[in-house]
Nanobody, 126 residues
Framework: QVQLAESGGGLVQAGDSLTLSCTASGLSFSSVAMAWFRQAPGKERECVAAIIAGATTTFHAVSVQGRFFISRDNAKSTTALQMTDLKPQDTGVYYC???????????????????WGQGTQVTVSS
C-alpha cells in the first residue's frame, strides 16, 4: 500500500545543482521520519540525509554536509533533497525512504526505514 516516488535525477557536471523530490502515499506521512539514501556502483547503500516527523531535527552525512539539504512538506506529503556543488563521488541511485517511527535513535540507519522508493539516478561528470 505504501508508495514512494522519486523524481529529479539526471546527468549534471561537477559543481552543478539538483533537487530531488519524493511523493509519499499510503502512510501517515506527517508521523514518520523520512530519509534519502544513495547507492554508488559497487558500494553499499548509505544514508545521506534524514529528517524527523516534526522537521525540527535533520541529519546529513559528513560527505554531504554544507552541500545537501533535506526538507519536507507534510501538507503535500513530500520530501526534497537539495543538492549543490555536486561532485563525481555523489554519483549513484538515490532512494527515498520512510521510517517506522517519527524519529531515529542516535543516527539514522538502514534498519530505521521500512518503505522504499524505486530510486532515481544521479550522475555527476567531471
Amino acid at each position: 500500500q505504501v508508495q514512494l516516488a522519486e523524481s529529479g535525477g539526471g546527468l549534471v557536471q561537477a559543481g552543478d545543482s539538483l533537487t530531488l523530490s519524493c511523493t509519499a502515499s499510503g502512510l501517515s506521512f506527517s508521523s514518520v521520519a523520512m530519509a534519502w539514501f544513495r547507492q554508488a556502483p559497487g558500494k553499499e547503500r548509505e544514508c545521506v540525509a534524514a529528517i524527523i516527523a516534526g522537521a525540527t531535527t535533520t541529519f546529513h552525512a559528513v560527505s554531504v554536509q554544507g552541500r545537501f539539504f533535506i526538507s519536507r512538506d507534510n501538507a503535500k506529503s513530500t520530501t526534497a533533497l537539495q543538492m549543490t556543488d555536486l561532485k563525481p563521488q555523489d554519483t549513484g541511485v538515490y532512494y527515498c525512504a520512510a521510517a517506522k517511527r517519527s524519529a531515529w535513535s542516535g543516527y539514522p540507519t538502514y534498519d530505521d526505514f521500512d518503505s522504499w522508493g524505486q530510486g532515481t539516478q544521479v550522475t555527476v561528470s567531471s
